[in-house]
């Protein structure tokens, strides 16, 4: 009986291990070596930078929001692992997808898309009061967004 109760914990062990969703992290910049993938530029602004790392853990890395957002409409999700946009302060990697945006034509980006991110809601509407005006957007809400007309 215990050859048995051990074999059944050892099994979930692994059966819990293998369900475990996979945690995913920015990985460092190299302004020397790193190239957005979209436009060819090096990341000279890592403040607007952003990466996609796939589930084999390759990576992308891209110098402004519109860059990554485009690449992502040609990508494969199931590939995906993960996807951070610097924080408009620049001081912390967000989840694409989690983070809050804000556009105005006159905030400035490295490729001029205009586009920052926020690690919140609040965050995004005090940039707005200091900065000027803008309009808040989600992450659903970059997928219909006119990146193009902003080069």
């Known amino acids: 009986m215990k050859w048995k109760i051990i ?14 969703e996979q945690a995913y992290e920015p990985k460092e910049m190299n ?20 990466q996609l790392i796939y589930k084999n853990g390759d990576y ?29 302060d620049g001081e912390e990697w967000l989840s694409v997808e989690e983070a809050t945006y804000v556009y105005s034509k006159d905030y400035w980006t490295p490729m001029n898309y205009g586009v920052l991110a926020f690690p919140s809601k609040d965050a995004a509407e005090q940039y707005m009061k200091e900065h000027g005006e803008g309009e808040v957007l989600s992450y659903e809400q970059l997928d219909d967004f006119q990146w193009g007309i902003h080069h």
């Open 60 to 88: 992308e890395v891209f110098d402004d929001l519109g860059c990554l957002v485009e690449f992502l409409k040609d990508v494969d999700e199931s590939d995906v692992g993960a996807a951070f946009i610097k924080s408009a």
């Open 7 to 20: 074999a059944f914990t050892i099994f979930m062990c692994f059966l819990l291990v293998g369900c475990t």
């Open 31 to 50: 302004k020397e070596t790193d190239i957005c993938k979209v436009c060819n530029m090096g990341i000279a602004f890592e403040d607007y930078a952003g």
